[in-house]
C-alpha cells in the first residue's frame, strides 16, 4: 500500500487503487476538498448542456402536463418554467443531495466504527466520503454524453443517468419516480469503495466491512420501497 502522492493522484487513485487513495485520505483529509468540488461542479456541466440542447417550448409542455401546473396562473407558470429557474432547481438539487449524502455517509461511518479498536473522527470519514463519491463525477460525464448525442427530447429526471431512472425513464407525476430519480445506479461502486475505506482504516473483519458499508444503502432500497407501497 502506496499513499496518493497528491490530491489529483488521490482522485485517480479512487478508480484504479482505492487501498492508496484511502491511505492518503487518512493521513491528508483536507485533500478531500478536491473531490468535493469535482463532485459539486460535475451536474453544472450537465445540466448546462442538458438545458442548452433541449427544446424549451416542449419540456414546459411536458412538466405542465406531468406536474399538473395547468390550474396555476400563466404568468406564475411561466416564471416557474424559464430556462434560468428549471436550471437553477437541477443544479440546486444535486449539489444540497449529494452534501447530505456525505454528511450521512460520514455520520453512519463516524458512529459505525466506534467500536474499532482504532476510532476516526467525524472529519475524517468526511473525507472518506468525498473519495466514495467520486463515481458520481462519471455519472454525470455519462449523461453529458447522452444528452448531446440522444436526438430524443428527455425529461431531466430520465436524463440523469446517475439514477435509476436513468434506465427506467417514469414521468415525474409517476408514483416510483421520485424513488427511482433518487437511487444511485453506481450504489455497487460506492458500497465497494466504503468497504475499501473501512476496511483500510479499521480493524474489522471482512464480513464486517462488507455489512457497514452495505448497510445504509441497503436500507434505502429495502425501506423507502415498503414505505412508498404501504401509502
Keep these: 500500500m502506496t499513499p496518493s502522492k497528491n490530491p489529483l493522484i488521490a482522485i485517480v487513485d479512487a478508480f484504479r487503487s482505492p487501498i492508496d487513495c484511502f491511505a492518503a485520505a487518512h493521513e491528508r483529509p483536507k485533500w478531500a476538498w478536491l473531490a ?11 445540466w448546462g448542456a442538458y438545458f442548452n440542447n433541449v427544446d424549451l417550448s416542449w419540456l414546459q409542455q411536458m412538466l405542465t402536463q406531468h406536474l399538473n401546473l395547468t390550474d396555476v396562473a400563466p404568468d406564475v407558470r411561466d416564471a416557474w418554467l424559464t430556462k434560468e429557474v428549471l436550471l437553477a432547481g437541477e443544479v440546486f438539487n444535486d449539489i444540497a443531495g449529494r452534501t447530505a449524502a456525505l454528511f450521512i455517509l460520514a455520520l453512519w461511518l463516524n458512529l459505525a466504527t466506534k467500536s474499532s479498536q482504532y476510532p476516526i473522527g467525524f472529519a475524517k470519514w468526511l473525507a472518506a466520503s468525498c473519495f466514495i463519491m467520486l463515481p458520481s463525477v462519471i455519472g454525470d460525464l455519462a449523461s453529458y454524453i447522452n444528452v448531446m448525442f440522444n436526438p430524443a427530447q428527455i425529461l431531466p429526471n430520465a436524463a440523469d443517468l446517475n439514477s435509476l431512472n436513468g434506465l427506467l425513464k417514469l414521468s415525474p407525476n ?29 480493524d474489522f473483519d471482512r464480513a464486517r466491512s462488507i ?21
Aim: glycine fraction near 0%; avoid cysteine; charged fraction near 0%.
Design 174 to 202: 409517476h408514483p416510483w419516480a421520485m424513488f427511482s430519480s433518487t437511487v444511485p445506479l453506481l450504489t455497487p461502486w460506492y458500497i465497494a469503495l466504503t468497504y475499501a475505506a473501512v476496511s483500510a482504516w479499521t
Design 211 to 231: 455489512v457497514t458499508a452495505a448497510l445504509p444503502w441497503a436500507l434505502v432500497l429495502i425501506v423507502w420501497p415498503l414505505m412508498i407501497a404501504a401509502a
Design 36 to 46: 468535493y468540488l469535482l463532485i459539486m461542479f460535475s451536474p453544472m456541466m450537465l
